[in-house]
């Protein structure tokens, strides 16, 4: 979340400064409100794509669990939050075997990518990058 607010679950808030975001007029939100806006939001999220994944009798078959990534991933105690939603074992996907990646602040942001990169690049080293798109676009 925002550095200095306090952690996703069962953080402590710290109030101290008030954000406010050029071009929107003269709103502010405290990061009490903005904590509360983006937890509602994220387990909003979280429930729907738990219902989403239900209603394609697809939940049953992760047995496995969960794995999540992009910059979401990232945040304090998203993990704990999704196993209690999911009632499966939820993994934070990182990447790995990708060179320039280790010094990354949060790099669950670029797994998904790195791993759709190096998937195309093991199934198509026979061709070129960019033959797999002929077609797509006029």
Do not use: C
Not at 85 to 100: A, K, M, N, T, Y
């Amino acid at each position: 979340l925002v550095p200095g607010i306090g952690e996703l679950i069962g953080g402590t808030i710290i109030i101290e400064n008030i954000f406010a975001w050029p071009g929107v007029g003269r709103y502010a939100v405290s990061p009490g409100s903005l904590l509360k806006i983006l937890i509602s939001r994220l387990m909003e999220l979280v429930t729907v794509i738990r219902e989403t994944l239900e209603d394609q009798d697809l939940l049953h078959r992760l047995h496995a669990g969960v794995v999540l990534t992009g910059g979401g991933a990232a945040l304090k105690n998203i993990d704990a939050l999704a196993m209690k939603e999911f009632g499966l074992p939820v993994h934070i996907g990182r990447p790995i075997h990708v060179d320039g990646l280790s010094d990354v602040e949060n790099p669950e942001a670029f797994a998904a990518i790195a791993g759709a990169l190096m998937y195309a690049h093991k199934n198509y080293e026979t061709k070129p990058l960019f033959s797999i798109f002929k077609g797509l676009f006029k």
